[in-house]
Antibody
Framework: QVQLVESGGGVVQPGRSLRLSCAAS????????MHWVRQAPGKGLEWVAV????????YYADSVKGRFTISRDNSKNTVYLQMNSLRVEDTAVYYC???????????WGQGTLVTVSS | QSALTQPRSVSGSPGQSVTISCTGT?????????VSWYQQHPGKAPKLMIY???KRPSGVPDRFSGSKSGNTASLTISGLQAEDEADYYC??????????FGGGTKLTVL
């Protein structure tokens, strides 16, 4: 069965960096795009970034463009989110999600909490 | 990258039907038959309920149905049950690998 397991969350000071990982299993990882979606406390879902199946295409929300970098290692079945210059407003649960063939997110991880606070 | 517009809350009694709307633009909802809906219970990850506007993944009850007209998509839940109480989010493909979410709707089963 499909499993997505995020890790790397924690408490970090504003301006610092953090790298999230999402380990995938149960499907042919190298055939699918992958997303990061976040949810601030008490708020709705916000799409953050997507990487194509082969890593050649990457797109970002305006709110993180220039600060966050999505990448993947198909040999390790893992997608990453490098978050630099973190801000208090980046505090959220970060989910990774698998892109289906038909432009929807069919499987989600359990999320990892990132708290940006001094 | 503007969020899709959903009502903040809807409610209904057990057995009734409710409909949640999701309004976008011709660049997202109106431009593609790629609207999906997600159910999220408190403290849990989102769960796919509807994809490609009208399709249900295996295991999702047929009480859940989706539709679209122009730039507005809708999720209808018939025969409301207590366990349907959750937050619901619409999502649309917006071209070039991008997706955009709605702001979410809290469903209360009275």
């Amino acid at each position: 069965q499909v499993q997505l397991v995020e890790s790397g969350g924690g408490v970090v000071q504003p301006g610092r960096s953090l790298r999230l990982s999402c380990a995938a299993s149960g499907f042919s990882f190298s055939n699918y795009g992958m997303h990061w979606v976040r949810q601030a406390p008490g708020k709705g879902l916000e799409w953050v970034a997507v990487v194509s199946y082969d890593g050649s295409n990457k797109y970002y929300a305006d709110s993180v463009k220039g600060r966050f970098t999505i990448s993947r290692d198909n040999s390790k079945n893992t997608v990453y989110l490098q978050m630099n210059s973190l801000r208090v407003e980046d505090t959220a649960v970060y989910y990774c999600a698998k892109y289906s063939v038909g432009w929807y997110l069919d499987y989600w991880g359990q999320g990892t909490l990132v708290t940006v606070s001094s | 990258q503007s969020a899709l517009t959903q009502p903040r809350s809807v409610s209904g009694s057990p057995g009734q039907s409710v409909t949640i709307s999701c309004t976008g633009t011709s660049s997202d909802v109106g431009g593609y038959n790629s609207v999906s809906w997600y159910q999220q219970h408190p403290g849990k990850a989102p769960k796919l309920m509807i994809y490609d506007v009208t399709k249900r993944p295996s295991g999702v009850p047929d009480r859940f149905s989706g539709s679209k007209s122009g730039n507005t998509a809708s999720l209808t839940i018939s025969g409301l049950q207590a366990e349907d109480e959750a937050d619901y989010y619409c999502c649309s493909y917006a071209g070039s690998y991008l997706v955009v979410f709605g702001g979410g709707t809290k469903l209360t089963v009275l």
